[in-house]
């Protein structure tokens, strides 16, 4: 949708972004126990919040706010890293919300509308017309800019970023049903039996957790939700469902905002809730032409990265090259082992006649010599002995360590504390 640049930026300037980052993340098991899932590492030297953070400062939006609450001290302390940079004296900013009991003495965040609730007076002060809501925990790219435009072209006061998602797989998501208008004429928050799309057998119209409000309707709506002693005050559950039952709810296709998007492919979206899902998404990023494009210099992935010499790859005896093949290797690694279809965090080292392969390093991992990786998710600051194999032989690597249902071998510090204990 075409806007002249003078109303797209009085547009951007009537916005503000929440974000919601204070999810524990349960399905990535030990990969969360010390960090929000927003905080998990991705990408070779990304976060995952850098993302969405990323579609905000790409899109043009710079007053945003982080709502956290669960082991929030990674996250914050990458976003005071990372994310300093906005300049207040242009009106930009990036607001750190922590669960603080604003509201009263005894309430904690009770869930993500209630999250937003208890800021809405921050948020007030600012004078937005329009309230971005944005999961803080998903892999995408999109322009936000769009999404806004269409909002306003559309008059209704709430639209719901979607997408389509086979019928076996919407059980996890929100599912919607929409008319001939896009009108979101039922909401339904991870039904056990999604129904398909009109037109569409086996496909399902799914919430990816973007919404955009007229500012003074979402906060009438969040003041009514607060009221009900019945709500659980989160957006799938309650306040979306409120709204559509309204009729004030409209979908948009993420096709339409979707950056990087190119003919034939299906617009990039991933959810990386689970470790095989957080395996592969990574894993993906070896391809020679990955759906995920990182080396886009138009729409820049954002983030804190500590100034770290180049990788680098020692030996040239025969059995003894430090090699890599169809692999991300990040600043600080040093490898004199072999690498195949991996990606490596920061400061990885990868000794003489260790092999690791399909396998995501996070940083400060150290593989000893001889070690043999094979669809591993070795987690940060691990050291694996000199000899271990992991990942060849599924009965013994449950007993040591996390195995999913898919094979891969999740590894962390304290899994192997117990072995040497």
Known sequence: MSFEEPHRLRLL????????AGGRGSRLKQLTDVRCKPAVYFGGKFRIIDF??????????????????????????????GWAFLKSEMNEFLDLLPAQQRVDERSWY??????????LDIVQGYGADYILVLAGDHIYKMDYMEMLARHVASGAPCTVGCIEVPVEEASGFGVMAVDAEQRITDFLEKPAQPPAMPG????AL??????????????????????????????????IPSVVARGDARALSFETCCVGLEPGR?????????IDAYWEAN????A???????????????????QLPPAKFVHNWQNRRGMALESLVSGGCIISGELSKSLLFSKCRVHSYASVASSVLLPEVEVGRGVRLNHCVIDHGCTIPDGMIIGENPELDAERFYVTDKGITLVTRQMLARLSA
């Open 13 to 20: 300037r009537r916005s503000y972004a929440f974000v919601l």
């Open 52 to 81: 969405v953070l990323s579609n905000c400062l790409n899109s043009g939006i710079r007053r945003i706010g982080v709502l956290t609450q669960y082991k929030s001290h990674s996250l914050l302390r990458h976003l005071q890293r």
């Open 110 to 119: 009770k869930g993500t509308a209630d999250a937003i609730f208890q800021n």
């Open 200 to 203: 569409k057998p086996g496909i």
């Open 206 to 239: 799914a919430s990816m957790g973007i919404y955009v409000f007229n500012a003074q309707y979402l906060f009438d709506m969040l003041a009514d939700d607060a009221a009900r002693d019945d709500s659980e005050h989160d957006f799938g559950r309650n306040l």
């Open 266 to 274: 299906e617009p990039y979206w991933r959810d990386v809730g689970t």
């Open 283 to 286: 894993i993906d990023l070896t």
């Open 288 to 306: 020679t032409t990955p759906a995920l494009n990182l080396y886009d210099t138009a729409w820049p992935i954002w983030t804190y990265q500590e």
